[in-house]
């Protein structure tokens, strides 16, 4: 064996030896230590735990807009983003070191010069101990004591004062040093160091404390950061002892000046400068929003619900949790910011935050299913609301995607859409004609007396002058003939409806239309004029679906989602699936551009509830109009090949509150302009023709078949 190895074997031998004895020395015999032998010093680097290896410190996630810079919020459990080093200014870099381990470029991991010190001095009786931590070894106790696949008892084991557990640093910080440079341990430790006030790492303290990148510390600034390591939760200017701070400040000044990083004088500046705190604290959670941007909490709160029920990121909620909380990811959202001051500009114009009546919107892109806007004149927050108003005008309620108790609104003849995708599956035309009465008598059993004749349902024509007579499902469609649906979906089965909806996208949150769906789907006629709830998001999904084709994507907020090493993770890529022939949504489209004044590929709309819009928006669009029974609510859906919109006024605290049709043209206005934020820097699409076999494939059938 060499002279030089050993050399370096006795150093790892002595090293260890006396690192245990520091804190212990009169409580175990000095054989006992020594006997601990050469084997049990070593430690391989390939043997060291895995957090040392490649450390797990949690990281907050932060959650941007679409255009990726704009911050919605963050989450996390410790308030930590790491840096690399060449972000971290020098001058912090000298502090710290400075502070917590002057000798840090000269020794191995183990310093034993402040080893023999601290035993020397620690002999004594009374008066303060002194350690001799290195900053890697301190490094290997922060790593384990904050190691997050650790239990709680493993991470206190890892900080207790004990001989074991120091000559278990000792033996750690060698092996570190021997695999990683000093430029690698500084940026580790800098990054996972606690410096109180709830900022782990140098980034979060720097933001914390100043407001600003640690790459612009200056260095009154960085001494006192340096100086906080030591005792963080009693020395913090924020929360703590100001004064405590200042004095730990001027140390860190001395001891800077003493290792030559900064000359006497410039220390001697900054130790005169006042304590000049900026602090600032990182939102989190969607409580934590902004208030200039307080609409875009609803968002936020469908994009926690959406998470929570993503399989990649833990098996349960409360492991999804902790992954967003701890994991660092850079998650962009869906929601185009433009386009959500667009929804809710528009949403206030109609209905203010205390109106009973609410508005709630939903605008999505089809084939992908993102969500551009959620907006409703609603203020997301827990604050106090009157009595019997759980829902305004402040709610946390998901009033545009439903849950947690919000099973949704009626949304009317909307509803139509379905039987007509129904019908042209069941092989009957486009131009499949009806001489549609004012009253149409059904084979459906209902209880209701004001919809029923002897006991069967029998629905009427709003507006007989308009829509009685002989219809197809253009002009049916268009002019949203209630006796033609009712005879249409006689004609395919009401099963054959339901199962349609729900295969765009609808979801059966009441009880009662569940029960329907699954149990009594044949006789659930009066679904074809959309007596379930649903919602705007719901509906905005099944449309899109049209918009796109025929291929339904699941609603997605997040537009890409990275991990902390920059990777793409595939929870953030769209869930789509063909659930409609090609020809059959583009039927469908070409009868849904009747309602709202466009015309179709074959020039048959003649008529529509909204025919305004067309020419307000100066594209190609389609969509549809629907009122509740008595006008409780009115909804509006329209859509183009690039955007899908809806929008449902309601009373989500009284159904039975009615708000009256003279809304559905204001609503209608209000959804032209959100569609031109969304649209008016995109290139104008058209809808594709469907073919002629499925717009005049059979012959007519006769009046009343």
Known sequence: MTQARLHKLFTVVLAGTLAGLVLAAAALPLALVLGLGFRTLAVPYAELPNSLRTPPTAQRSQLYAADGTTLITSFFLENRTDVPLAGVAPVMRQAIVAAEDARFHQHSGVDLRSVVRAFAANRGDGGSRQGASTLTMQYVRNVLSSDPTLTEAERRA???????RKIQEARYALAIERELSKDEILARYLNIVYFGAGAYGIDAASRRYFSKAPADLNLAEAALLAGLVRSPHTDDPINGDADSALRRRAYVLDRMVETGAVPAAEAARARAEQLALQPSMPPD??????????????????????????????????????????????????????????????????????????LPTAVVQPGSGRILAMAVNRRYGLDANPPGQPNHPHTVNQLV??????????AGSTFKLFTLLAALEAGLPLDTRFDAPSRLVTRW????????????????????????????????????????????????????????????GIVFRAENDAKLARYGAREWGPFTLGVAATTPLDLATAYATVAAEGVRCTPLPVNRITDRAGQPVDAGRPDCRRVLDVDVARAAADAARCPVGDQSAYGRCDGGTAPDLRSRLGRPVAGKTGSSEGYAT?????FTPQVAVASMAANPDDPRDPVGRQVQPVMVDALGEIMWAALHDKPVRDFAAPSQQIAYRTVAPRAGE
């Not at 995607?401 to 009626?410: D, E, L, M, S």
């Not at 009115?634 to 329209?638: C, I, K, Q």
């Open 445 to 504: 059993r209902v209880d209701d007396p004001a919809a029923s004749c002897g006991g069967y349902w029998c629905p009427v024509n709003a507006s007989p002058e308009t829509m009685n007579g002989p219809r197809d499902m253009w002009t049916g469609f268009g002019r949203s003939v209630n006796t033609y649906f009712a005879w249409l979906a006689g004609q395919v089965g009401a099963d054959r409806v339901v199962e349609v909806a729900e295969r765009l």
């Open 158 to 164: 890892a900080a207790e004062i004990s001989t074991a």
């Open 285 to 358: 959670d969607c409580a934590a929003v902004p208030a200039e941007r307080a609409d875009w909490g609803f968002f936020c709160d469908y994009f926690t619900t959406w998470w929570n029920a993503q399989p990649a990121f833990g098996g349960s909620v409360q492991e999804r949790q902790r992954t967003l909380r701890r994991g660092g990811f850079r998650i962009v959202a869906s929601l185009d910011p433009e386009v959500q001051r667009a929804a809710q500009e528009q949403v206030l114009r109609i209905y203010r935050p205390e109106s009973r009546y609410a």
């Open 634 to 638: 009115e909804t509006v859906v329209a």
């Open 401 to 410: 995607a439903g849950g947690g108790g919000i099973v949704g609104y009626q």
